[in-house]
C-alpha cells in the first residue's frame, strides 16, 4: 500500500518562510510528477508547485517567485520551500504524486494524495 505523509505546516507571521515535507512510502516502482497543491477555505484546490520525475518545475503565477518546489529521488520525497508567506497562502496543503506500482495484473500507475497539512499566516 502505497502512502503519501506530508509534514511541515504550521502558524506563521506574513513574511516569514516554511518548509513543506511528503514522503512516499511502499512498494514503489518509480515516482513520476509530483506537486503541491491548496485548498483554503470555501474554494477549490488549485495547483501551486509541479516537478516532473526529471526535475522540470512550473508554479502558479499567486506563488511564483515566493515558492520553491524540490524532489529527492533517493528518498521519494518532495519539498516546498514557502519564503514572504502572505495571509492569503492559508490553506490546507496537499501532495500529490504519480506512482507506478507492481501489481498482480502488472504495472500500474495511478494519482496518490497525502492527508493535507495545514498552514496559517497570520498578518
Known amino acids: 500500500q502505497v502512502q503519501l505523509v506530508e509534514s511541515g505546516g504550521g502558524l506563521v507571521q506574513a513574511g516569514g518562510s516554511l518548509r513543506l515535507s511528503c514522503s512516499a512510502s511502499?512498494?514503489?516502482?518509480?515516482?513520476?510528477?509530483m506537486g503541491w497543491y491548496r485548498q483554503a477555505p470555501g474554494k477549490q484546490r488549485e495547483l501551486g508547485a509541479h516537478?516532473?520525475?526529471?526535475?522540470?518545475?512550473n508554479y502558479a503565477d499567486s506563488v511564483k517567485g515566493r515558492f520553491t518546489i524540490s524532489r529527492d529521488n533517493a528518498k521519494n520525497t518532495v519539498y516546498l520551500q514557502m519564503n514572504s508567506l502572505k495571509p492569503e497562502d492559508t490553506a490546507v496543503y496537499y501532495c500529490a504524486a504519480d506512482i507506478t506500482t507492481a501489481q498482480a495484473m502488472g504495472i500500474m500507475s495511478r494519482d496518490y494524495w497525502g492527508q493535507g497539512t495545514q498552514v496559517t499566516v497570520s498578518s
Open positions: 516537478i516532473t520525475s526529471g526535475g522540470s518545475t
Open positions: 511502499g512498494i514503489i516502482f518509480s515516482i513520476n510528477d
